[in-house]
């Protein structure tokens, strides 16, 4: 399994991955999910890589030999990032459609965000059937793989005018609560954060699995989750109380 | 969708239920799905449902019919609590074997939990093959339906020590935080709390759509979270760093 984020907010898009896969859960492997690709000062475009992990390194593989080939359409050349987006669709599909049968799944989703100059920074959620979507002034976060577990916090806290600071470590926790609850979830984490018309991709961040941080994280979160709890008001069980009649269906 | 759990902790069992069903998104309903089964002073059984709609309604009637028709096997006359679960199991199994096609999906699952005289108090989730499981020291929680969001709060606030308060308030912002997650989980929610070696299930509250105390817990949750979240140490950025050669792969 996987867990991506990326968070789009007023300042830019921060971008946030675990590195582990697995096929069964006795054959875990530790592989980036997050790859990055542009020309500094022009443009910039972070993909992020969720599903069969065949796919998906035959996809990043293509996109690589695409803009090394000078094919008619690749990452660097794409007008717009929505094209961009189609393009990358247009990949993932055809590259699903090489294997079938064995009953494994080979469906894989993507994130792609960034920036092209002159334009806005802006991300793209892809599906495996190729069409994408991308965030809103409610909802500025897009999730692949395992994305259930993380949602609630990202969910209360993000808005479009939170820091890509604040974004940043929304994220973590919400990856945090992720590894806590799936065990095919884990570190190194890579968190990227892309500063709008910075057309640069050098803010990159790679928490191993020893980082003092990422624990210390871990457990100023368990601590102050507790508090929050404990703060809560008691119920007001007379109030909601029913007759037992009632319960008689 | 529903999201149905039950906590088991040392001073009894506490059993929380959504009540919405749908059929699609423009089909949605109201049914409760906790269903309360005992003699008073000798066994008290809560039986929690989620999963296809006449399938959990086909095996509540089955129950009861079974116990009205005096059959050779029902709910208060089976000698152990993992008796009743297997022949809810096996009831279950019945029910949706009776029905198939039409791409629709047939399947239930069950949570099971309650005392006979005599005997520990034990909660079971019976799946939809008829199998089942039961909680732990360390995980003294199931659950059924929509269970991902609200489970790392459990996952983090609930032990066998807590007390039956703890687990309703611990279950309430659970099931908080899937509503907000999940249109199709919604209210009333039913609380039951069974008290260890009370062997009656007089203590049965509902909130409803319109309870202020609900409302009241929902937003102090926000806010109290978001306190918790800004009370968080600010990343180490520095200590996290990577050359930016490195992240050429």
Known sequence: MTYCVAISVDAGICFIADSRTNAGVDNVS??????????DGERQMVVLSAGN???????ISQLKKDIKMGAGRHLLNMPHLTDAADYLGDVSVAQQSKHTGGGANYEASFILGG????QNPNAYLIYPQGNHITT???TPFLQIGES???????????SLDSTLETAALCGLVSMDSTIRSNLT???PIEVLIYERDSFTADRYYRFEESSEYLRALSRSWDVKLKEAFSGLPP???SANWDEVGSRQR
Chains 1, 2 share one sequence.
Not at 30 to 39: A, D, L, N, P, R
Not at 53 to 59: K, P, R
Not at 115 to 118: A, N, P, S, T
């Open 136 to 138: 809103s002034a409610d």
């Open 235 to 237: 119920i007001a069980w």
């Open 185 to 187: 979830v884990g570190p």
């Open 30 to 39: 530790t592989y980036s999910k997050m790859h990055i690709f542009g020309v």
């Open 115 to 118: 920036q092209i100059v002159g």
């Open 148 to 158: 259930k577990y993380g949602k609630p916090i990202l969910d209360r806290i993000l």
């Open 53 to 59: 992990l065949a796919t998906t390194q035959g996809v």
